[in-house]
């Protein structure tokens, strides 16, 4: 069972190039949420998504990108990468939205961006 | 925005001790999970509660609603429980995330 799995684990990229970080789940889980965490501070949420085809905006979602077309993947698209993008990215999914279902993460992208 | 404050920000102890890590909290709440993450690692739920109290193995996770504050506790701790442990909580009248998270507290069991 793997649970949720991200892709890459790390990437550096350069000012200006875009990417797209992935996030597959294989536990049928409805929602799903991309977030950033940076040395000092909490996880903040960027993109969330409640099934497929749904998507909404978190606490951070300037210069990213999402879409669910599929219940299984939630890409995250980092349009054009700017050096404060550089931080570790994570997905995690639940079978119902709210905050009130265990949370399931992947293992983290590492993003250095120059 | 409600905040959620985790005590100690640091804790070095030795193998074998009890250890506490607290988590309070500004608001009303319907959840509160504890999450552990390894160096590297990825992120891994422990507990999710509402009320009372809930066992794992050597770990213990509590919480009072009224004080708003929960703790999580580890016996016989051991070098392998060295990690970042992190509180987060579902605020009551949440957005559809609604999971609010604190900085974490780094914990070194020495041997």
């Known amino acids: 069972n793997a649970g949720v799995t991200q892709t890459p684990e790390f990437q550096v990229l350069k000012t200006g190039q875009s990417m797209t970080l992935q996030c597959a789940q294989d536990?049928?889980?409805?929602?799903m949420s991309w977030y950033r965490q940076d040395p000092g501070m909490g996880l903040r949420l960027i993109h969330y998504s409640v099934g497929a085809g749904i998507t909404d905006q978190g606490e951070v979602p300037n210069g990213y990108n999402v879409s669910r077309s599929t219940t299984e993947d939630f890409p995250l698209r980092l349009l054009s990468a700017a050096p404060s993008q550089t931080s570790v990215y994570f997905c995690?999914?639940?079978?119902?939205?709210?905050?009130?279902?265990?949370?399931?993460f992947g293992d983290g992208t590492r993003l250095s961006i120059l | 925005k409600n905040e959620v404050e985790q005590s100690p920000q640091n804790l070095t102890a030795q193998e074998g001790e009890f250890i506490t890590i607290n988590c309070s909290y500004s608001?009303?709440?319907?959840?509160l999970h504890w999450l552990q993450q390894h160096p590297g690692g990825g992120i891994v739920s422990l507990f999710m509660l509402s009320s009372g109290k809930k066992k794992h193995g050597r770990l213990i996770a509590t919480i009072n609603i009224q004080e708003k504050h929960s703790s999580l506790h580890i016996t016989a701790s051991h070098p392998r429980d060295s990690a970042v442990y992190i509180c987060?909580?579902?605020?009551?009248?949440?957005?559809?995330?609604?999971?609010?998270f604190g900085k974490g507290t780094h914990l070194i069991i020495q041997p």
């Open positions: 987060a909580v579902r605020y009551s009248g949440g957005g559809a995330d609604g999971l609010t």
């Open positions: 608001v009303g709440i319907s959840a």
């Open positions: 995690a999914s639940s079978s119902i939205f709210g905050g009130n279902q265990p949370q399931h």
């Open positions: 536990m049928n889980h409805e929602y």
